[in-house]
């Protein structure tokens, strides 16, 4: 983690000039702390009500509660293990936790999110001291006028905003072999399980940071995988919400058509809790304006029971899974039948192999037109468009493209608009497989309410020269449809976790959330990372 001082000495090191860097003092060294991930952390693992017990017994305070968190962000973030998880701290935090801590006492609280720290992806518009970037240099200066729609309606419930956290740079839309969890301006985020493998992303300091205790919650955002792939790697539960139920407006996009922020927890409750504050309509972002015909209180229908009678589609056909995943699969199906789910087993999806190519014409279209649109709104950074992001870092390419190209991005500067038709047909087709011909077919052949499939295969080792190696994705069809998908912990393979995804038909995150919920009271799969530097040799998966 780096604040804005600390990153204006490296520009300034580097020769560069970016604004907003210039009368930024000069950084405080940080207090001498304990940098062992194993040292007594007295918020570890709390959730949300837990949190709120003890502000409402007078034990803790908001400002305790966000120091405690600072100091182990100090501990484990900047030395220890150095996770690279948090990118920036909000100034403020201590001062928002403290009018937060006098409305308690005077009597008032906001819900069940006041006083508790959220972080949340550095691409979430904050019109506070804090940068929004994208992990780049390149947009580095003066912060967002307005804070994102998800932002204000956090501030409102009375959540104290920690902190941004790093992501793939430009969530992970600049090259094709680059590394997840990398971006210039935070560096490569790290495992916290075994610490050389990597934490999947783009969303990849926020789930690193949730599972890791450097906050109790976090913001991410998904266009494909973006929550589900690092929240499977780190243990976590992970939600990809309908897209419209969450507004984007003053989010740095990638594809409109996909794009989505969404809540990241280390449990289905707390996901639920903070997904009741980010839902709703928002005059700025169309795609939301039915958002509030569809919010509901998230929390209401979760229960152990929650499995039983549900009509579950088993899909086993959508990757290749190392045998360890596949025999966890296996143990994660037995214990739905003892939960008194029904198996429908197996549930094909005979269209998924066509998403990814028409996906990528999507997105390549899609995020010149998107991306255009949200820096015309930013003032005071070192760029206005696609096309001067593409020269800015051709000119400071020691500290951009070291580690890989912007090949996408050049392809998306290359692309037409969203007139042509090859990008009409592409999003036509992706939309048909994904839905009508898809999640949609199926549910209806099968006459299922939810599909389940193995989220993730265990990580591979980080690797900046060739970059990432999925061998197993099957976030792309809840993806590409905009619908809904979860996943929550299945257990672990040598050390590194894997999750289940459930997936659903549009709008249905309470059900997703109460089987979730369900198959998480069953199992209690969830376990904190031991933060290995790497697996014994012979032993990795």
Known sequence: MRSLPALCMTIAAAALSVTGCATAPPATPPAPVDTSPTAPFSLHEAGIAELQRRMESKELTARTIVQLYLDRIARLDDAGPELSAVIEINPDALTIADALDAERAAGKVRGPLHGVPVLLKDTIDTADAMQTSAGSLALVGTPAAQDAAIVERLRKAGAVVLGKTNLSEWSNFRSTRSTSGWSARGGQTRNPYVLDRNPCGSSSGSAVAVAANLAVVAVGTETDGSILCPAANAAIVGLKPTVGLVSRSGTIPLAPSLDTPGPMARSVTDTAVLLNALAGSDSRDKASWDADKHATDYTRGLAVDGLRGVRVGVVRDYAEFNADVAAAFEKAIARMLDAGAALVDPVKLPNAGKLDALEMTVWTYEFKTAVNAYLA???????????????????????????????????????????????????????????????????????IDVLVVPSNNPSWVTDPVNGDRFTAVTSTIAAAAGYPSITVPLGDVRGLPIGLTFIGPAWSEAKLLRYAYAFEQATKARRPPAFLPTIASGASP
């Open 377 to 447: 709104t930013r003032r005071g950074v070192p760029i206005a468009n696609l096309s001067e992001l593409i020269a800015w870092n051709r000119a400071h390419p020691a500290q951009e493209l070291g580690p890989f190209g912007q090949e996408l991005l050049e392809q998306a500067q290359a692309s037409g608009t969203l007139n042509d038709r090859a990008y009409k047909q592409a999003l036509a087709s992706l939309r048909r497989y994904a839905r009508k011909d898809g999640v949609d077919a199926a549910m209806k052949k099968y006459k």
